[in-house]
Nanobody, 122 residues
């Protein structure tokens, strides 16, 4: 079956960096758009970034543009999220997701990981 496994979360201070990874199995990875979403306590899950099947196209939420970078390695079936200049408001559980079409809406994503916690202290 399809599995998406995130890693790389943790507790950091404001201004620090983290790199999240999401390893995929059970699907033809290069056929899927990959997205990162996040959910803070008491809030809905929100779009962070997506990357096209080839990696040639990316899109970011305004709140992370210029600080976060999404990338993928189709030879390793892995998508990454490099997060720089982290802020306390970036604190959330971060999820990766797979989708056959480009979308920023969580409801269109077919497969989800279990999430990894990112906590940014001030």
């Amino acid at each position: 079956q399809v599995q998406l496994v995130e890693s790389g979360g943790g507790l950091v201070q404001a201004g620090d960096s983290l790199r999240l990874s999401c390893a995929a199995s059970g699907l033809t990875f290069s056929n899927y758009v990959m997205g990162w979403f996040r959910q803070a306590p008491g809030k809905e899950r929100s779009f962070v970034a997506f990357i096209s099947r080839s990696g040639g196209s990316t899109n970011y939420a305004n709140s992370v543009k210029g600080r976060f970078t999404i990338s993928r390695d189709n030879t390793k079936n892995t998508v990454y999220l490099q997060m720089n200049s982290l802020k306390p408001e970036d604190t959330a559980v971060y999820y990766c997701a797979a989708n056959r079409i480009i979308s920023v809406a969580p409801k269109f994503y077919d497969y989800w990981g279990q999430g990894t916690q990112v906590t940014v202290s001030s």
